[in-house]
């Protein structure tokens, strides 16, 4: 079709003769002693029209308006060169490439695959969600977590009107809330990376729900991220813990995937962590309303920056975070106020460092919101060998907001 409309455009075909007894004047055909009546006061008369059969009835063919018309033909040539340099980019893609033709996303909205378990999104990491060493954060790949699990539940058709509420949960009132959330980075993308992330859910004791994730480089398909979670139901009225209802339970039971977590279930007992004890604190935290989600109360990602105010500057600078267990004890609403705890509990020759944190509310009492552990790996291969100072026992550091 391209190639027939630029010859076309190059070559323009001839109309065919007018039938003899007709002339041609400058686009208008006039029949040759046509006779056009006319009236005259009333009287009719004949008018008799003659042309002249030696004059020119049409506009001479010259070498200029015999030009083709270029409009056409840029448009034509246009076309032609798009077409082909897509077709050289598909074939250049798929020489380099060949695992990534089953796996595209290319605008990012995600699909179900292996049988309708698992749910499969592309995420391309921006320049707004790296940090100062130029790697994206841990919150942004905790968003990307939180993005594909609502992502699942809506493209398997059980979103109901809640935040990832499946529309039985809505009619009871439920919505789910996180207890526990363990993650083990290997590797942080960088600007311009495209991760993949997977996630599936299984069943976690009689009335919880396990949610795993695997982050994977699309370019390499290394595993960079590894992530494990329990959920629960809460009631939105009463704001207390609720057992799974059983009309709730035939809708999501048959999505359940049969395998173990990605991450080993970490069990050890997280020690009472008090202010007095505390190497860092960092009080007077408070929620923003951008801080909130539908549910009314703090998104679970917004917690682990406010566990981060707390931790050493030093090891914040020379040391990433590697892997990271957060247990959820309460929630929090838009008027609390809190106070973030940090304990240095284990230095390993600078190349290793692990952390204690609770997140509480500053009124005090029995208010912890989140206890966590955090291990903490040498950004570069020669660390600062002097954060000896930073294990407990050997002051607290307090940090107003």
Not at 289 to 300: E, F, I, R, T, Y
Request: hydrophobic letters at 35%.
């Amino acid at each position: 079709m391209v190639a027939m409309a630029a010859t076309a455009s190059l070559f323009p075909v001839s109309s065919p003769q007018p039938h003899s007894g007709t002339k041609t004047s400058g686009g208008l055909q006039v029949k040759a002693n046509a006779q056009a009546p006319a009236e005259v006061n009333g009287t009719r008369v004949r008018t008799m029209i003659k042309t002249d059969d030696n004059s020119t009835s049409h506009v001479p063919r010259t070498f200029i308006n015999q030009l083709p018309d270029w409009s056409m033909l840029l448009a034509a040539i246009t076309t032609i060169f798009l077409a082909a340099e897509k077709q050289w980019m598909m074939l250049d893609w798929k020489t380099k490439r060949p695992d990534m033709l089953a796996d595209l996303d290319p605008f990012g909205l995600g699909r179900i695959v292996q049988d309708g378990l698992v749910f499969r999104q592309n995420f391309s990491i921006r320049s707004y969600e790296i940090g100062a060493d130029r790697t994206a954060s841990i919150e942004t790949l905790m968003n990307h977590l939180q993005e594909t699990a609502l992502n699942h539940v809506k493209t398997a058709g059980l979103l109901g009107d809640g935040f990832g509420s499946t529309p039985e949960m809505c009619k009871k009132n439920l919505f789910w809330v996180v207890t526990k959330m363990q993650v083990m980075v290997d590797r942080y993308p960088t600007w311009g990376d495209v991760v993949q992330v997977d996630t599936w859910v299984a069943r976690s004791g009689k009335n919880g729900m396990r949610r795993d994730w695997l982050l994977r480089d699309c370019k390499t398909g290394e595993i960079v991220t590894r992530a494990s979670s329990n959920w629960v139901m809460m009631n939105k009225e009463t704001r207390r813990l609720s057992k799974i209802p059983d009309e709730v339970r035939a809708e999501i039971e048959h999505y359940f995937v049969d395998a173990p977590p990605v991450v080993d279930d970490d069990n050890r007992k997280l020690p009472k962590l008090e202010e007095t004890t505390a190497d860092h604190v960092r009080d007077g935290l408070t929620p923003r309303w951008s801080d909130l989600d539908v549910n009314q109360h703090v998104n679970n990602v917004k917690y682990i920056g406010w566990i981060l105010e707390s931790a050493p500057q030093q090891v914040v600078e020379q040391y990433e975070l590697a892997s990271l267990t957060l247990e959820y004890r309460r929630e929090c609403r838009k008027d609390s106020v809190l106070k973030s705890l940090t304990s240095v509990i284990g230095i390993a020759d600078s190349n290793h460092v692990d952390c204690q944190h609770v997140l509480r509310f500053e009124s005090g009492g029995d208010g912890e919101i989140v206890k966590g552990r955090t291990a903490w790996r040498p950004k570069y291969k020669d660390p600062v060998r002097s954060i000896g100072h930073l294990s407990a026992g050997n002051g607290n550091a307090n940090a107003n907001a």
